[in-house]
């Protein structure tokens, strides 16, 4: 601890910095003190989970001019409790992203009761939804992490996944291309990096090869990398689909309900305290991406922090198709250290997609699209596709990656309190790994519950394969004219620039994770995804969801609690 | 699937879709249908409760509605096929229509004549670059006025408006009418959007103050919209650091321009105008594909409804000659023709047509254009090498207020022209 002191002392960044730190016998690091700014927060961090030896960091640093306001929630505790204990359940599930909707729907095949507690008033509204939808073949995951076994055995997996549950998923390639000797280096790590990842069919390209797969290319390049396993989807898309299947096999999703505390029983059993009432339960996996270890503190077991990374992305309009097959990556002129550079891909609905970016950010909840976020994944966008035009853009977003200061994936049985399973630090290549990251989490929980002499059968009714979703708009006329004879409801377009129909909406309402809010019917059925953004739809689309869910359309909201659309009926 | 034969289609209901098909029965095109989308014929008229519609063609102050109404009337005393609640899939080269609707399914229309008219949509933030949060509370001036006209409710309480049009003009005034406080308009450009009689019966009436030169940079909120960043603006739109200003709102209502809906005409390949957004058409409104018209806002962005019903009716009027030629087995469209151009000169930032057949006009034709930047005592001319077609003074011109330039019948086309506008010389004649 002395060397790190010393060494955080003698840093000229850091002389503003006042630190003390401990190390306890399992090599987690606790940092106590303050710092001037935020990044330096989390380059101390950094700096410290560096060491080693170190397993992880505990960083409790304030940064100067940041105040992070927490909420107090003892009367909301306390009101939570008078309700009682409203559900038993063996596994509770706390947080519905990739990674609790992947877990659920793998234990969804087990005989046991899954519940799934979400805050927000859908599935997939956090990190889940604001990123890249890249299904990364694991090249550029640090060897010899957790992050990149389970990225190659999660890209891998993911065929499986598309065939059970029918959500989009292209196979596309991913090309990254070289300017300079000192990008032919780092790409020669990289291939390297993918070799020892065990990543299928990475290779470098010469500049003829480059130019043969990518004839398009800019400039004059020297030369580039194929990883040819890379794979997009509409991560959202995703999310639903394991959501409804693992619903439809039997798991209880609990929207708009936020965790509060957990009491750990003296049986061993918890209870986990939700604004809706108590769930006991036999294990807790904790999936509450940004905000799990608030979630691990609950349970007095605090060996890593997260840090709040943004990246910001842009969607440009589907008429602009771009030259190129794979998604493309020249080297980022300015890069993150612990960014991939983000690139530049098509959408499986053919949207062309740029960034992210990545920015250390102090509040978790901030997902503020800044200027400098759009200037940076516009310049990953522009450096591989010059024609690329600002004018085309459709949409904006960000999202917020839940990085630990190790940067990998954090995924055990808590050491100190039985039965509570941390999943946490899943950011890139988060949606990538989930596959795998569901299989681990099965075999953890498995091992553990037939080690207590339980036995876990698989249910004869379960039924891995996700109703299959009409799709208006990717049949041909004739099929088209068919399914409105079968039902006049997919005759009523109610999204012009998607081309969905009423009857699709309709479908969804019927979901076994049932949309509420205009968001969600956008994530399940794209209305309101295309160029005009819902300008047109969106009242339709309120219309339908008051009439389907019998409600006022004051009460229909954007998307939770709070986003209100409309507020008043007018004079 | 059904098919159905048709002389002509037209493509929207709007007041460009009624002007065309009246005119076209008019005359005498026998087979027409009208494919709107919605339940009632009208478009955005509809949603228009506000008077100052009609101006010009009736001499009269009417609601949307009314000016709807009048068109309405007329081609509803006509024997064209009103197709209602029926949205058009696809348009092929060859003039194939695929539009579907819940009780006929899937229709192909096969056509000898297509007048496009589907009118336009709005920008939306992000095609303005306004950052921050994704929250409700962020409408565009048009889906303001859907809630607020034509379902009964309202958006909010307290409201910014970013863009100076005139739509953004008409909904500060209803706003205020319906009881929510209008904090402001704030407009990028360093002159009003709209039209000086909606600054004066919007704005002024009501208090609302108006800024130039500053825009809205930036959303705040988590959930629900909470209030706005706006900064002031350099020369070249960009926010100048330190200029900015927070304000406490509930709703950020853009009306911040309109791009006309082509992507029907962009699925059946024909060229778009980057200037304009619409199609390249020539003096009869016809595309660049034999027996495809434009008309209205699809073309490019018009102001007045009058306007866009005159080019309904031009395009009705071409498509009337394309098919009386086309019967009696007379070479007909582009192979018919030389086309000249007609390109914006000085301080024009766009005209339209954009091509005129060579030859001599068989009857008055309009140029409609834009100019760059407010200005006053310039004359607007059109130029064929060193002859001047036409020619007119205008005492204050602005780029809200589209003009037109009107060469008379009997003048021959047989070179490119050159629409542009000029400052008045104090001796010139």
Redesign the interface.
Same mark, same amino acid.
């Given at each position: 601890m002395q060397e790190l002191l010393a060494n955080i002392k003698s840093d000229a960044r850091f002389e503003q910095c006042s630190v003390s730190a401990s190390i306890s016998e399992d090599g987690i690091v606790t940092l106590e003190g303050s710092a001037d700014s935020w990044r330096h927060v989390v380059d101390i961090g950094h700096l410290a989970a560096s060491f080693p030896g170190v397993v992880n960091v505990v960083n409790h640093l304030s940064a100067e001019g940041v105040r992070i306001e927490k909420s107090d929630n003892t009367q909301r505790i306390r009101e939570a409790r008078k309700r009682g204990v409203i559900a038993s359940a063996d596994v509770v599930i706390v947080g519905a992203g990739i990674s609790g909707c992947g877990i659920a729907r793998e234990l969804s095949k087990y005989d046991m009761r899954v519940i799934v507690v979400e805050r927000n008033a859908d599935v997939s509204e956090e990190a889940t939804k604001a990123n890249n939808g890249d299904i990364h073949p694991g090249h550029k995951a640090k060897p010899g992490t957790l992050k990149a076994k389970l990225n190659v055995r999660g890209n891998e997996l993911y065929d499986k996944w598309q065939e059970e549950l029918g959500f989009e998923l292209v196979r596309c390639g991913q090309v990254n291309v070289a300017y300079s000797e000192e990008d032919m280096r780092g790409l020669e790590k990289i291939y390297h990096d993918g070799i020892a990842n065990d990543v299928p069919g990475v290779r470098m390209l010469t500049k003829e090869e480059l130019l043969k797969m990518e004839p398009e290319v800019p400039g004059d390049p020297m030369g580039g990398l194929v990883a040819p396993t890379m794979g997009v989807v509409e991560p959202f898309q995703v999310c639903v689909a394991l959501a409804e299947n693992a619903a439809e096999n039997g798991v209880e999703f609990m929207l708009s309900t936020e965790l509060l505390d957990i009491q750990v029983m003296e049986d061993g059993r918890f209870q986990a305290v939700t604004e809706k009432g108590i769930l006991d339960a036999a294990y807790i996996i904790d999936c509450a991406g940004i905000h799990a270890d608030e979630v691990a503190q609950m349970v007095n077991d605090e060996f890593y922090t997260l840090h709040a990374r943004r990246g910001g992305i842009a969607i440009f309009d589907k008429?602009v198709t771009g030259p190129y097959h794979h998604a493309m990556s020249a080297m980022p002129r300015k890069k993150d250290a612990e960014s991939k550079g983000g690139g530049y891909a098509r959408t499986p609905e053919g949207n062309i997609l740029v960034g992210p970016s990545a920015v250390e950010i102090p509040d978790k *909840?901030? %997902?503020?699209?800044? *200027?400098s976020d759009?200037d940076y994944a516009y310049d990953r966008g522009k450096s591989i596709y010059p024609e690329l035009d600002?004018?085309d853009?459709?949409?904006?977003?960000a999202g917020i990656r839940p990085a630990d200061y190790k940067e990998d994936f954090i995924i055990q049985m808590s050491g100190k309190v039985h039965g509570f399973i941390h999943v946490a630090g899943i950011q890139s290549p988060g949606l990538a790994s989930a596959p795998a990251i569901a299989e681990m989490v099965e075999g953890i929980l498995k091992e553990d519950m037939e080690a207590s002499g339980r036995t876990v059968s698989v249910r004869e009714d379960y039924k891995p394969k996700r109703r299959p979703q009409v799709q208006f708009r990717r049949l041909s006329?004739?099929e088209?004219?068919?399914l #409105?004879?079968e039902n006049? %409801?997919y005759?009523?377009?109610i999204c012009?620039?998607e081309?969905i129909t009423e009857g699709e909406i309709l479908d969804v309402l019927h979901s076994p994770v049932v949309p509420t809010t205009v968001d969600a019917i956008k994530r399940r059925t794209r209305a309101g995804m295309g160029?005009?953004?819902g300008?047109?739809c969106?009242?339709r689309v309120v219309?339908i969801l008051a009439r389907e869910l019998d409600k006022d359309?004051?009460q229909i909201?954007? %998307?939770?609690?709070?986003?209100? #659309?409309?507020?008043?009926?007018?004079? | =699937?059904k098919t159905i034969q048709v002389d002509l289609a037209v493509i929207g209901g709007g007041p460009a879709g009624l002007a065309a098909v009246a005119e076209a029965k008019r005359q005498g095109i026998g087979r027409v249908v009208l494919i709107e989308?919605d339940l009632e014929l009208g478009g955005i008229l509809q949603q228009c409760v506000h008077d100052g519609f009609g101006l010009h063609r009736f001499q009269k102050r009417m609601s949307g509605g009314q000016y709807a109404e009048a068109f309405i009337r007329d081609v509803e005393a006509t024997d064209a096929c009103i197709q209602d609640?029926t =949205?058009v899939? /696809?348009i092929t080269p060859d003039k194939k229509i695929?539009a579907?609707?819940?009780?006929?399914? =899937?229709l192909?229309y096969e056509c000898r004549a297509i007048i496009l008219a589907m009118g336009c949509? !709005?920008r939306? $933030?992000?095609?303005v670059?306004i950052?921050? @949060? $994704?929250? @409700?509370?962020v409408l565009?001036a048009?889906?303001v006025q859907?809630?607020?006209n =034509? !379902?009964?409710?309202?958006?909010?309480?307290k409201a910014v408006i970013l863009g100076s049009g005139d739509i953004g003009l008409i909904m500060a005034r209803r706003m205020t009418l /319906?009881?929510m406080e209008v904090e402001g308009v704030y407009e990028v450009m360093s002159s009003p959007g709209g039209l000086t009689r909606n600054i004066v019966q919007c704005l002024e009436d009501y208090d609302i103050p108006l800024h130039l030169s500053t825009t809205v940079v930036?959303a705040?909120g988590?959930?629900?919209l909470t209030g706005v960043t706006v900064a002031k603006v350099d020369e070249n739109r960009r926010p100048i650091p330190g200029t900015e200003r927070y304000i406490d709102c509930?709703l950020l209502v853009l009306a911040v321009g309109l791009i006309p809906e082509n992507?029907l005409s962009?699925g059946a390949g024909i060229e778009i105008d980057p200037r304009t957004q619409g199609p390249v058409i020539d003096q009869n409104f016809m595309t660049s594909i034999d027996g495809i018209f434009a008309a209205g806002n699809v073309v490019a962005v018009f102001d007045l409804v009058d306007y866009v019903s005159e080019t309904g009716e031009i395009a009705a009027r071409g498509a009337a000659r394309y098919l009386k030629e086309q019967k009696e087995g007379n070479k007909e469209g582009h192979s018919a023709h030389t086309y000249k151009n007609v390109t914006a000169g000085e301080g024009v930032n766009f005209v339209i047509p954009q091509k005129v057949a060579a030859g001599e006009l068989t009857q008055d034709m309009a140029f409609y254009l834009r100019v760059k930047k407010p200005d006053e005592r310039v004359v607007l001319s059109c130029r064929m090498g060193d002859e001047t077609l036409a020619k007119k003074k205008e005492r204050f011109v602005a780029p809200p207020e589209m003009l037109v330039s009107r060469v008379q019948a009997g003048c021959c086309v047989d070179n490119d022209l050159t629409v542009e506008v000029r400052k008045e010389v104090p001796h010139e004649r």
């Open positions: 008429r *909840e901030d %997902k503020s699209m800044e *200027e759009f600002r004018r853009v459709i949409a904006m977003y006329h004739e088209q004219d068919a #409105i004879r006049p %409801k005759g009523h377009i012009r620039c081309q160029r005009c953004q300008g047109f969106q009242p219309e359309w004051t909201n954007l %998307k939770g609690r709070g986003a209100y #659309i409309l507020e008043r009926r007018s004079r | =699937m989308r609640n =949205m899939l /696809e695929y579907v609707n819940e009780t006929e399914g =899937m192909l949509r !709005e939306t $933030r992000n095609q670059f950052y921050g @949060s $994704r929250t @409700s509370g565009t048009g889906a859907r809630y607020i =034509m !379902e009964g409710y309202l958006p909010g309480r /319906e009881g930036k705040h988590r959930e629900r509930d992507e962009r």
